[in-house]
Nanobody, 121 residues
Framework: VQLQASGGGLVQAGGSLRLSCTAS????????MGWYRQAPGKQRELVAG?????????NYADSVKGRFTIFRDYARNTVYLQMNSLNAEDTAVYYC??????????????WGQGTLVTVSS
């Protein structure tokens, strides 16, 4: 199972970016997809998550509620993170994370390669 993330870049404060991450390989099912971020000198933190069960529940870090939206294309095993009203504190490397089961009925968890988001003030 591989993840391919894209969409990072440089944006001015108040601007928007959309990240995407596609999972490919011998995937039987996906249980959850999410986005984490790690700013310089800080620990990696959950930004937003989307679980496949329960009608597709989502959860967000308090710092991004109302500004970021996570959504998925289930047919393409792709997760997006729409980020609006960005501020300097959102500057970080963003990682997608996917948990699921392979065709061999083996559970997996994968991390994307990380995409840098830089917000200039």
């Amino acid at each position: 199972v591989q993840l391919q993330a894209s969409g990072g870049g440089l944006v001015q404060a108040g601007g928007s970016l959309r990240l995407s991450c596609t999972a490919s390989g011998t995937i039987l099912s996906i249980d959850a997809m999410g986005w984490y971020r790690q700013a310089p000198g800080k620990q990696r933190e959950l930004v937003a998550g989307s679980s496949s069960g329960g009608g597709g529940r989502t959860n967000y870090a308090d710092s991004v509620k109302g500004r970021f939206t996570i959504f998925r294309d289930y047919a393409r095993n792709t997760v997006y993170l729409q980020m609006n009203s960005l501020n300097a504190e959102d500057t970080a490397v963003y990682y997608c994370n996917v948990k699921g089961t392979t065709f061999r009925n083996v559970g997996f968890e994968r991390w994307g390669q990380g995409t840098l988001v830089t917000v200039s003030s």
